[in-house]
């Protein structure tokens, strides 16, 4: 076994071509800082021009990888770039939860999807979020009057179709939709969805305040990947509780960029300090491979990915399957108004 000096060595002197790659392929995709507002906050036409994007992408051919084993995988066959992003957040699924990359991996997951809006399907706006902590406190108890699951407007409501399964999705724009990548089953879905209020509520503003005020990125990404992270998840329901399969819910991607928000928050609030305060582990603790239903991964997981043991840093590797985007490090990301993910939240 090489000594550990040996190992960083020779992953800086490998990460370093593609790192520059990455830095060049970012700076010419932020021409302009994107502006991301809340879905509540979109005009119709804003709005309408998202979710036309994002069916765009649901019909658009997948790119930059035609490597049979990619396309027909274990989990389906890959037919478009919603695909993509699916299989990714499938095959990733037990290293980027429950571990310290778990806040700049979903973040860069949000950027790779809005770069792709953009590039593919000619998206003219930003990424929009869900205000769920506005939407617990608008929609006390009734949930489904946020003009988010409006079926004209929206994202459709909740779960109520029968005829191909229980609790399918059954108005708006995403209703009939199949859904190809699934850790279960390889025949094509349904996307579903049942609302729980109490779920959702988990992201009041006293359950946001918990995390914001612990003083460290270990500390707060733990307490981020609890209530708030899991209202989104629960509140929506159906698929969206899927620990993996969750992503083929549009909704997913505006619940990230709304938890993304809430982390860039914290990091503001002790500038540029937390610009360079990362940690937490790389490998999942066993209580929380049975919390989340996932599987344990191998030992690999420690050489996952310029980090030499168990603790996650800056130097992470942040991984898109089949090269939807390049790789970058948890350092790439740590600015939202950096380079890569070239956003401000507007709030
Ligand atoms: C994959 O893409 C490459 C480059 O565009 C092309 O040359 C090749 O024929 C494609 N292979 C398949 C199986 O489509
Ligand atoms: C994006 O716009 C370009 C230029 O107008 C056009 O050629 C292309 O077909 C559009 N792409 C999509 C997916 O609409
Ligand atoms: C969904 O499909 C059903 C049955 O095929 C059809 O009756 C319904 O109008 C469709 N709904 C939408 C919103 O397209
Ligand atoms: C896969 O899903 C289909 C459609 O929902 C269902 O009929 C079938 O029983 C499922 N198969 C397994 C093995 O779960
Ligand atoms: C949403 O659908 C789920 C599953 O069908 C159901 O249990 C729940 O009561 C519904 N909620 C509302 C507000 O309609
Ligand atoms: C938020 O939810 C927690 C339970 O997760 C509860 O203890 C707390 O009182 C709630 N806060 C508000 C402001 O509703
Ligand atoms: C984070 O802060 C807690 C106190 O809340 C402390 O116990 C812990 O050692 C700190 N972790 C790091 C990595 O600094
Ligand atoms: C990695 O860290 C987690 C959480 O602290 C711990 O439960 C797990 O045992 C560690 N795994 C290894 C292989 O060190
Ligand atoms: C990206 O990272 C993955 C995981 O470490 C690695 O297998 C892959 O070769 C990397 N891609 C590039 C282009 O460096
Ligand atoms: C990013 O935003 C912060 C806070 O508004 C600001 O201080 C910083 O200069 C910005 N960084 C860049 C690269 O624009
Ligand atoms: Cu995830």
């Known amino acids: 076994m090489a000594p550990l000096s040996a190992k960083v060595a020779l992953l800086g002197l490998l990460a370093a071509p593609h790192v520059a ?10 021409t302009t800082i994107n502006q991301r507002k809340s879905w509540a906050a979109l005009t119709d036409d804003e709005k309408s021009e998202y979710i036309r994007a994002e069916k765009c992408l649901m019909e658009s051919d997948p790119i930059n990888d035609n490597d049979s084993s990619y396309i027909n995988n274990e989990y389906g066959k890959i037919q478009n770039i919603w695909d993509q992003f699916h299989y990714t957040h499938i095959v990733e699924g037990n290293y980027i939860h429950y571990t310290g990359q778990f806040l700049p ?4 997951y949000v950027r790779v999807h809005e770069m792709l809006l953009q590039t593919q399907c000619n998206y003219t706006g930003a990424h929009p979020y869900w205000d769920e902590t506005g939407d617990t ?7 489904g009057d946020s003009p988010i699951w409006d079926a004209t407007t929206g994202f459709g409501g909740n779960g109520t179709g029968t005829d191909r399964g229980s609790d399918c999705v059954a108005t708006g724009p995403f209703a009939n939709i199949s859904l190809h990548m699934s850790s279960h089953n390889k025949t094509d879905y349904c996307l579903t969805r049942a609302w729980s209020q109490s779920d959702l509520n988990g992201a009041n503003s006293s359950n ?5 005020d612990y003083a460290n990125y270990t500390d707060a990404w733990s307490c981020y990947n609890g209530h708030p992270h899991a209202a989104g998840h629960g509140g929506t329901g159906g698929l969206m509780l899927d620990p993996v399969d969750s992503p083929g819910d ?14 860039w928050k914290w990091q503001l ?11 937490g582990n790389n490998v999942m603790a066993e209580e929380s491979l049975e919390i989340a239903g996932l599987s ?6 420690l050489d996952y990915d310029g980090d030499p043991g168990n603790t996650t840093t800056l130097n992470h590797n942040l991984y898109m399957r089949g090269n939807m985007a390049p790789n970058v490090t948890v350092g790439d990301v740590m600015e939202l108004n950096g380079t890569v993910i070239c956003a401000e939240y507007i709030y």
């Open 250 to 263: 549009p909704m997913f991607f505006l619940h990230h960029a709304w938890l993304d928000m809430e982390y």
């Open 296 to 301: 344990q991964v191998g030992d690999d997981v």
């Open 208 to 212: 946001v305040q918990e995390c914001f």
């Open 21 to 30: 790659a990455a830095s060049d392929y970012w700076s010419e995709r932020c």
């Open 269 to 279: 609030a002790d500038y540029p300090a937390r610009l360079t305060d990362m940690g």
């Open 137 to 143: 406190e608008s929609y006390q108890g009734h949930m």
């Open 105 to 108: 991996w979903h973040r860069y």
